[in-house]
């Protein structure tokens, strides 16, 4: 069965760091772009990151810039996203996506993907 499996995420304090990850079961990620979404309560889908495949180019949303960084372990067939200095307002369900018809991650908010993740909560709370 083709899938993404998402772990991590939890309750941690503000100025905490998380790392979920984002496994490929039944293929192989390489050759796919795979981006982090997030969800916050009565807000829409927001673009957090992406890496796409191959040359391992990275983008990042600007509300994350320079605290979350995106990578790929190819032999673990897995994405991590190390999330770092959190903030109550990064408080959502992180979705981790893939998808193979793009060769960098120009515009990655708006890409069309193939396999979702099921999701994951991140509380950032005192």
């Known amino acids: 069965q083709q899938q993404l499996v998402q772990s991590g995420g939890g309750l941690v304090h503000p100025g905490g760091s998380l790392r979920l990850s984002c496994a490929a079961s039944?293929?192989?990620?390489?050759?796919?772009?795979v981006v982090w979404f997030r969800q916050a309560p009565g807000k829409g889908r927001e673009g957090v990151s992406c890496i796409s495949p191959l040359d391992g180019g990275t983008d990042y949303g600007d509300s994350v810039k320079g605290r979350f960084f995106i990578s790929r372990d190819t032999a673990e067939n897995t994405v991590y996203l190390q999330m770092r200095s959190l903030k109550p307002e990064d408080t959502a369900i992180y979705y981790c996506?893939?998808?193979?018809?793009?060769?960098?991650?120009?515009?990655?908010?708006?890409?069309?993907?193939?396999?979702w993740g099921r999701g994951t909560q991140v509380t950032v709370s005192s």
């Open positions: 996506a893939a998808t193979q018809g793009y060769t960098d991650c120009a515009g990655y908010a708006s890409f069309i993907i193939d396999y």
């Open positions: 039944g293929f192989s990620l390489d050759y796919f772009a």
